[in-house]
């Protein structure tokens, strides 16, 4: 039976999201989540929420959307003049060396909030996958004995469809077309972005409402699972 990894992104960005992800987490809609330690407001769950989700919460790491765990004298390539993390489109640029610091920063951010290592590693925006910070992802994965999330072009992985407002009829869909092309006895990884509180949302990033959207079709899917992927098992 093939496995399926759902993991949603983005908890501690807003209260909304974190509601989203308890919500799906408590009906068993999803795998795992992965949790940004890098913003200006974080949104911690409380202690609850925390020893619920432990042990299957990731890292999500950050060179976008916040500013650097480490002091700015050590990372000062990672800031802008405001002191936040530079434009998406100014990461190739970053140093690897700067990078490296900056996510074991946020790795020990991790562990010290939730008191236990991530299970899993990926990124915000997918900067882990460029071709000079991934061998640093790698390696921080392999010092934990934890999955990084694999390319998003590399069979195995249901990436694109978020942001299109799919139902859970078309993302059931996208699994079973990506089923088609993964190697057997290879897990199958959606990521997800779900998200409430439409207030909190709009303007947030270019997901903002479809997290809703996203939302209610993890929860659709859950509820019609053996209807629309007999066969596939949860993770």
């Known amino acids: 039976m093939r496995q399926?990894?759902?993991?949603a992104d983005d908890l501690n960005y807003t209260p909304g999201i974190n509601r989203s992800i308890m919500m799906l987490t408590r009906v068993g809609a999803i795998s795992t989540t992965t949790a940004m330690m890098a913003l200006e407001k974080a949104h911690i769950p409380d202690r609850g929420d925390i020893m619920r989700l432990r042990p299957r919460i990731g890292l999500h790491l950050q060179l976008t959307k916040g500013r650097p765990v480490a002091?700015?004298?050590l990372v000062p390539g990672l800031i802008d003049t405001h002191g936040r993390f530079p434009a998406q489109d100014c990461v190739a640029g970053l140093d690897p060396g700067e990078v490296e610091i900056e996510w074991c920063h946020q790795l020990v951010r991790f562990c010290d909030v939730f008191?236990?290592?991530?299970?899993?590693i990926d990124s915000h925006h997918g900067v882990h996958e460029h071709p000079a910070f991934r061998p640093i992802a790698q390696a921080l994965a392999d010092e934990i004995g934890c999955a990084l999330r694999r390319p998003g072009e590399a069979p195995g992985s249901v990436h694109h469809w978020t942001g299109q407002s799919l139902d859970a009829v078309e993302l059931a869909d996208a699994?079973?077309?990506?089923d088609r092309i993964t190697p057997e006895g290879e897990s199958i990884e959606v990521m997800v972005h779900p998200g409430l509180d439409t207030d909190?949302?709009?303007g947030l990033d270019r997901w903002d409402h479809r997290r809703q959207v996203e939302h209610q079709a993890l929860l659709d899917l859950r509820r019609r699972w053996d209807d629309l992927l007999p066969g596939f098992a949860l993770a």
């Open 4 to 7: 399926i990894i759902i993991n």
């Open 71 to 73: 002091a700015a004298d």
């Open 115 to 120: 008191g236990v290592p991530p299970c899993r």
């Open 175 to 178: 699994i079973r077309a990506e």
């Open 200 to 202: 909190q949302l709009v």
